[in-house]
């Protein structure tokens, strides 16, 4: 089992992973749009794609999910979950799926409206996705795992929940 993460690692630094996962013709080469997530604590989005470009919104919530809407080299055209749109720089975003949750919703065991409740995410919380089926994903917060209905998150692709 210990070959895999080396393998990877070769994987990675010979620049072949990078080819097997994007293929879109962007300067990220991954399609648009898609969902991304904050990676800092504290982040500008500017009007536009230039450090020139005034600063339009401040964001300090990391893990805040993203949908790019567009791209320039080194850019990224981003709409926040109140559907604000700016431009962050690249290093600023990871690939780490997150989604917003705007209401209190129930996380339970299984992707059952009759399960049992494991938690309770409040309005406003941001959640890890871990997965989707048959219209539920299952998140993870502060240890914590559950099952929600797709429609009660902000931050999915269809391709998420298996729609093209």
Same mark, same amino acid.
């Given at each position: ?49 230039? &450090? ?5 919104? %401040?964001?300090?919530?990391? !893990? ?5 809407? =567009? +791209? $320039? ?57 871990? &997965? ?5 994903? %299952?998140?993870?917060?502060? !240890? ?5 209905? =797709? +429609? $009660? ?12």
């Amino acid at each position: 089992m210990r070959a895999w993460p080396f393998l990877l690692s070769i994987l990675l630094l010979s620049g072949m992973a990078p080819a097997l996962a994007q293929d879109a013709e962007t300067p990220s080469g991954y399609p648009v749009p898609r969902f991304v997530s904050l990676k800092v604590g504290v982040a500008n989005g500017r009007a536009g794609p230039s &450090r020139e470009h005034p600063i339009v919104w %401040r964001y300090v919530r990391e !893990g805040l999910p993203l949908r790019v809407t =567009a +791209e $320039a080299p080194d850019w990224r055209r981003v709409e926040d979950p109140d559907g604000e749109v700016t431009w962050m720089h690249h290093s600023l975003l990871s690939g780490r799926r997150t989604v917003y949750v705007p209401a209190e919703t129930e996380l339970r065991i299984r992707p059952d409206d009759e399960a049992n409740v494991e938690a309770v995410a409040e309005a406003g919380s941001i959640l890890d996705l871990e &997965r989707c089926a048959d219209g539920w994903c %299952r998140f993870e917060a502060q !240890g914590m795992h559950g099952w929600a209905r =797709a +429609e $009660a998150v902000w931050g999915l692709m269809p391709t998420d929940l298996g729609q093209d």
